[in-house]
């Protein structure tokens, strides 16, 4: 009889070979690959844009794809990559036989498998953002002793045309939350991608549409959102990445639009990456302490509060991300915490923490005999500035940066206390509250200036390179974009033109 973990995984690999994706070995992929018929290969990778590139092969016999999955292939690292030089563009790609999974658009029978890049002495990339978000992860683990497993809320838009859609029983505008058929019009678009992604190794949580729901006079947008359960850095990472090209690819098939942008236009809901976190030590989650928020949680999220504005480099990365990040949106400006509190910008859910929350099931069900179990592992906390913008790869390593940053930081505790809310800092009743709290940067000029005052933090340990740190900054600053919001104030037809240009970002 199989593992009930693997009876029941969605992973076409993982059936078929009887064992987790992390124990994959070659011999595996070669046996998968012999006894179903697949035809072709594909090795995937990320891009400097933050998008899947693809490099197809056709299999012609054993020899050849055991040489594909041995040493893997060259690629032109600058066509990929603008800092890349082409005198000196060579790089490798090989393959993670963990992320292997049969691609569900081709009608040939094809294997795509993601890559890690390796430069002309078969060392991982030192530039490639894969390379530091690992160093970052190896870093938290070797100082502190905890593993960050986190994931993502990948929120999105699907843009169609409006006489292509049957209006009828038409969502409240921006109250389409967890709305459903017949005033949601494209949940089954949402359960195709979440099926994909789950047979391609996704652990998603759950699918669910959003608040935002609006049309005008040609086109009908629906918000939506796949959430993730938490993983390692790297899995996490993996994933989105491939969720993002999913959905992109199911969208094409249902001739309509998605877009990952933070913002399709002003006064409606924009799109978040809320990425929620939790400390692992020996396996085991320490997020809660004697039914309340441990030390080590709240130490964890002081260093991530204190290089936040730093973090919204990698993690907000166009104008229109700051067009998102304004008030009364359900979206964070103030450098703060707190519990539930969708005002703050580090947020810790509803979560399970008494041992009263394992008795609700038996309240909900009178015949429930088992034994009680804890379920605060399931407890986290959110980080809701970062978009689907993000280099994915470096904002999970500077998230490890700054949680590692919170446990050398000697009056951490005593700075949770302080940077603590309990009331919605948007009211104007809170506004001596609100006026004690930093500011979020408000452009990616403002970004920018912080992430070079908070340089050293991310260079500490040779997790990022200065190089890489000024390369971002350059980048972020020749945006200009600074006070951009003011600028733009009441100028619709401009705002348009700048959504519309950032509409396929990420």
Known sequence: MKPSNVELNPNKLVQYLNKPASEFTKEDIMKFIKENGIKMLTFRYVGGDGRLKSLAFVIRDEEHL????????????????????????????????????VNPFEEIPTLDILCSYFDKDGTPLKSASETVMKKAAQTLAQKTG????????????????????????????????????????????????????S??????????????????????YEQNEIEFETDTLENSADKLLIAKWMLRMLADQYGVDVSFAPKITVGKAGSGLHIHMKLLKDGKSIMVENGDVSDV????????????????????????????????????????????????LIRVPLGWFSEESSKMVTIANQNYKEELKSHSYKSTFEFRASDSTADLYLLFAAFAV?????????????????????????????????????????????????????????????????????????????????????????????????????????
């Open 66 to 101: 055991d040489n594909l999955l041995s040493a893997g292939e060259r690629v032109d690292g600058s066509s990929i990559f603008t800092y890349i030089e082409a005198s000196s563009s060579d790089l490798y790609v090989l393959p993670k036989y963990r992320t292997a999974f």
């Open 146 to 197: 905890y593993e960050l497993q986190l994931m993502g809320e990948l929120e999105y838009y699907i843009i169609a045309k409006k006489d292509e859609v049957n209006m009828s029983f038409p969502a409240v505008d921006q109250r389409g939350y967890h709305e459903c058929n017949p005033f949601t019009k494209f949940d089954q678009l949402r359960k195709e991608a979440m099926m994909h992604i």
């Open 199 to 220: 047979e391609a190794g996704g652990k998603i949580k759950y699918g669910h549409s959003e608040v935002g729901n609006f049309s005008d006079d040609k086109y009908y």
């Open 297 to 344: 949680a709240k130490r964890a999220m002081v260093g991530l509060l204190d290089i936040s504005a730093g973090i919204t480099a990698f993690g907000n990365k166009i104008p229109t991300s700051y067009l998102r990040l304004v008030p009364h949106q359900e979206a964070p400006t103030n450098i703060c915490w707190g519990d539930r509190n969708r005002s703050a």
């Open 402 to 506: 700054g949680v590692r940053h919170g446990f050398e930081i000697n009056n951490a505790l005593e700075l949770a206390g302080k940077l603590y809310i309990d009331v919605n800092i948007f009211n104007d009743e809170h506004k001596d509250r609100l006026a004690q709290l930093e500011h979020l940067p408000a452009s990616c000029y403002e970004s920018a200036q912080a992430l070079k005052k908070q340089k050293n933090i991310f260079i500490q340990y040779d997790v990022f390179t200065e190089g890489m740190i000024n390369d971002i900054v350059k980048g972020l600053e020749a945006f200009d974009d600074y006070q951009l919001s003011e600028r733009l104030y009441g100028k619709n037809e401009e705002i348009k033109k700048l959504v519309d240009a950032y509409i396929h970002v990420g």
